[in-house]
């Protein structure tokens, strides 16, 4: 016997921010839609009457998703200020290197140059406020689409994005790590 909640509760998590429809949880599931709605409602109810959990499910704009409650947003925002996250994980160049140079782009065209998931880099790039939503990509799934934000700008001492320095090859299969340590690198003697 599956355990549909846990197995709800796990896909959710894995959507993040993107979330997921109903059809596509009946879809993943192999379940009714009578039968999702309830394991959701179940869920989402799970959540709300237990003072000990810190999330609780929501739904947005026919998705649904897992998101942190109001009540723990001072703990939050401290983790976020913290000095301690003022440095980026070698992923969070990686991303952030491209995002820059490939922008505007999808998590799906990231993780294909990256050969690896994005998810989260790119929290931890829209955390700090490095990036941001752009808009969506035309056709099926409409995915979200990442740019750069002022922010990134003012963090690199750029004006605008025309002061990037010249890549040393096109983006194109494969980003090594070296290249991304270089990029930064050169990036940060140029802010100095």
């Not at 690199?156 to 320095?165: H, R, S």
Request: aromatic share 6%; hydrophobic share 35%.
């Amino acid at each position: 016997m599956m355990n549909g909640k846990g197995i709800l509760e796990s896909l959710l998590f894995v959507a993040g921010d993107e979330g997921l429809s109903l059809k596509q949880i009946t879809h993943v599931m192999e379940i009714e839609e009578s039968e999702a709605a309830e394991m959701i409602e179940s869920l989402k109810e799970s959540y709300e009457k237990d003072p000990d959990r810190g999330i609780m499910m929501i739904e947005l704009a026919g998705t649904y998703q897992l998101a942190t409650k109001k009540e723990n947003a001072a703990y939050l925002k401290k983790l976020v200020e913290s000095p301690n996250t003022n440095t980026l994980s070698q992923a969070a160049l990686e991303t952030l290197a491209i995002i820059s140079y490939k922008q505007p782009i999808t998590r799906i065209e990231i993780e294909e140059i990256r050969g690896v998931k994005t998810e989260r880099p790119l929290q931890t790039l829209m955390s700090k406020g490095l990036i941001r939503e752009v808009g969506r990509q035309n056709g099926a799934g409409r995915a979200i689409l990442y740019g750069t934000t002022k922010e990134f700008l003012d963090h690199f001492g750029l004006k605008d994005l025309k002061e990037l320095p010249p890549f040393p090859e096109p983006l194109e299969d494969d980003f090594p790590e070296e290249e991304a340590d270089l990029f930064f690198e050169k990036f940060n003697e140029e802010k100095d």
